[in-house]
């Protein structure tokens, strides 16, 4: 499974500092338990890839993917709390995010990962991967949808979403649709992803905006 490359994890690291540092300045100092916010979001994920034998359940892998994608804004949260260099932590997930499972049974796979975090109240990369690979989730796609997400927040705090003048549906269309659309558009690969993507949807509210 192709890696994460070390320009994408440079990325998502500066991003999770800097929505981090719109939160709290001094969010590193804060002691904020991110391992807590990681076993919760396990218990969503499980709900929706299923697990009641009472009744029928289809896995709804689109939501499992974006539970996964939470959890790696509050696992990079954590990593980057814990006073290690960037270039430490790429290194270090460079080696950890070895994304393959022997385990057949996604759920299993998931419940290690919540006794993992709870253990050691940290973020565990490697059993992270393990996840993506039991839903078959690539680094890419995890990148783009990292990136989207992290960009997407950024742009509703900028306009409005606090005092509650943000606009979440612009031309009939939710401010996510419009996101999965815009980056469809674009170039992923190059260093200016995300600000491209912002730029996007800039031109697309402002649009829309207009001709309301």
Same mark, same amino acid.
């Given at each position: =499974? ?8 440079? #990325? =998502? ?7 981090? %540092? ?19 979001? +396990? ?55 070895? @994304?393959? #499972? ?17 253990? %050691? ?10 996840? =993506?690979?039991? @839903?078959? =989730? ?5 990148? %783009?949808? /990292? ?17 509650? #003048? /943000? @606009? ?19 170039? %992923? ?15 697309? /509210?402002?649009? +829309?905006?207009?001709?309301?």
């Amino acid at each position: =499974m192709q890696q994460a490359s070390i320009a994408q994890l440079r #990325t =998502m690291l500066d991003l999770q500092n800097s929505m981090n %540092t719109k939160v709290h300045a001094e969010w590193r100092t804060q002691g904020f338990d991110w391992y807590r916010a990681i076993w919760i979001e +396990c218990g969503e994920m499980l709900d929706h890839y299923g697990w009641k034998w009472w009744k029928k359940q289809t896995a709804d892998i689109p939501q499992v993917e974006l539970e996964l994608i939470d959890i790696w804004h509050f696992g990079l949260s954590d990593l980057l709390q814990r006073g290690k260099s960037i270039d430490e932590i790429v290194e270090q997930v460079q080696q950890e995010l070895n @994304i393959t #499972t022997d385990q057949p049974d996604f759920r299993l796979d998931l419940e290690a990962f919540a006794e993992v975090t709870l253990r %050691t109240k940290g973020f565990d990369v490697a059993a992270f991967a393990r996840l =993506m690979a039991g @839903i078959n =989730m690539t680094s890419g796609e995890l990148f %783009t949808g /990292y990136v989207g997400k992290n960009v997407l927040n950024f742009f509703r705090q900028d306009h409005g979403y606090q005092d509650g #003048t /943000y @606009i979440k549906v612009w031309a009939g269309l939710e401010d996510n649709e419009h996101l999965v659309e815009a980056i469809k558009l674009l170039d %992923t690969s190059v260093d200016s992803f995300s600000d491209d993507l912002y730029q996007a949807l800039e031109e697309r /509210y402002q649009r +829309c905006a207009q001709s309301a």
